[in-house]
């Protein structure tokens, strides 16, 4: 199988670009991650900032928004109160998952689904396994005047909005011998694919359902994973667009990202990765059409008290689009569910079958390294529960506690390494599952 593993195509670095023309015959999206993890730099000042340029847009997906607080900041001023009467965070964990979506219009109904493969717990550091990320779902009733109906027709029309943050890369490529090598490229894949599955499991006819998809997706045009999931939709009959594919959302020329020592990027050995586009919305061809798409936020704002008197809004740029219906005719063998592998052109046929494999590959990684766990674990138990308490001699004062301690640092070590081990047992089981499904497409 051959398949393009580029994790972008080459792009030119751009800090600034025209805002789209608001449009009131048209729908018009941002999706933004916006930064909001703890450690950020300029917290407060930054979603202040960034809460002043929402209006603009109808519906707004954000990533990496964490904090209840910094929500308030972001939706609670008057103008954004009256702009977006429906705002809703999908708190999955004890940090939430970061998905938070507002609307100028009605939402109908929302929910969230976890990631099968999450973060990985024993990497403090990367939070992605804190997060408990996913995709949230929102249905919004949409009034037809602002798909490019009739002015004043305010009958509703129901959009599927998704909202999604898949798990980062953390290694750099050239340092790694490439794609394969990533440890987080089969979670992200897995993940790729059940957002497939779901949109799949959603959408009715696709000509008569709109649906959105929004997201930091952590991977480029012409990734893999993005690959993956566009082959896998046109299967099923439901072939996706991009809003915009033609500039990095994550480059140098934001300050945030800056190369050098002490740095973020140097700090995570990431600092050859960029430019790259990892934030993106997708949109279903057969019932939607693209009528602009833009990188958004990034321009910098005044902040006296910052050394360097202006910062970026957030370390990624937005993406914005604006859609309305598709009044075009779309062909039936298009939309036909689920589509003939015959039907689909090579390179979808390929993307389905390289994440198939490299799936498997994973699954019999992750199988060994459970062999080596299971034997840590037994020679573990062994030395705590054996060799250490017959080498030790109980001292003669309070030899019960002593004992109880010996032994409590025994079962401790067995937990922690039973625990690994159902964690690996779960990864093994959603790769297989994940590469069985494309295997029968």
């Not at 080459?10 to 449009?23: C, G, I, K, N, V």
């Not at 995570?268 to 990188?295: C, F, N, W």
């Not at 060994?368 to 017959?390: C, D, E, I, K, W």
Request: aromatic share 8%; net charge neutral.
């Amino acid at each position: 199988v051959t398949v393009s593993v580029l994790y972008w195509p080459p792009m030119p670095s751009q800090q600034t670009s025209a805002p789209m023309t608001p449009d009131a015959a048209s729908l018009s999206v941002l999706s933004f991650n916006v930064w909001g993890v703890f450690v950020a730099q300029r917290l407060q000042e930054r979603m202040r900032a960034i809460s002043e340029r929402l209006a603009a847009y109808d519906v707004v997906c954000l990533q990496e928004q964490f904090d209840r607080a910094d929500a308030a900041t972001l939706f609670g001023g008057a103008a954004n109160r009256a702009a977006f009467p429906h705002v809703h965070r999908f708190e999955s964990s004890a940090v939430g998952s970061g998905l938070t979506i507002a609307s100028r219009y009605p939402v109908v109904s929302h929910f969230f689904v976890p990631f099968r493969l999450g973060g990985k717990i024993h990497r403090v550091w990367e939070g992605d396994a804190f997060a408990n990320k996913g995709i949230s779902v929102t249905r919004i009733a949409v009034p037809r005047s602002k798909l490019g109906g009739r002015a004043g027709d305010d009958t509703p029309v129901e959009v599927l909005v998704l909202n999604t943050h898949l798990i980062a890369q953390y290694q750099q490529y050239s340092k790694i011998g490439g794609y394969k090598n990533e440890r987080n490229a089969g979670h992200r894949l897995g993940q790729a694919h059940q957002l497939a599955q779901l949109i799949v499991s959603l959408v009715g006819d696709p000509r008569t359902t709109p649906f959105i998809v929004c997201g930091d997706f952590n991977c480029g045009v012409g990734s893999p994973e993005m690959q993956l999931l566009q082959a896998y939709l046109a299967h099923h009959g439901l072939p996706v667009g991009e809003a915009f594919d033609a500039a990095p959302s994550y480059d140098e020329s934001n300050m945030f990202n800056a190369r050098g020592a002490g740095t973020y990027l140097e700090f995570m050995s990431m600092t050859e990765d960029i430019p790259v586009q990892l934030d993106h919305i997708l949109y279903g061809t057969s019932a939607l059409a693209r009528k602009a798409g833009s990188l958004a936020m990034t321009e910098r704002f005044p902040c006296p008290a910052a050394p360097q008197k202006e910062l970026n809004l957030s370390d990624h740029y937005g993406i914005a689009g604006q859609f309305a219906v598709n009044t075009a005719a779309v062909p039936a063998a298009v939309v036909a569910r689920p589509r003939s592998p015959s039907t689909l052109e090579a390179p979808a046929r390929d993307a389905m079958a390289f994440a198939a494999t490299y799936l498997k590959e994973r699954v019999a990684a992750k199988q060994a390294s459970m062999r080596h766990l299971n034997a840590a674990a037994a020679a573990l138990a062994f030395v705590a529960l054996v060799v250490v308490p017959a080498a030790t001699p109980l001292p003669s004062s309070y030899p019960v506690v002593a004992a109880a301690v010996q032994t409590g640092a025994g079962f401790a070590a067995a937990i922690v390494l039973t625990l690994a081990h159902l964690y690996r047992r779960f990864e093994i089981i959603a790769m297989r599952t994940a590469a069985e499904d494309l295997e029968s497409v």
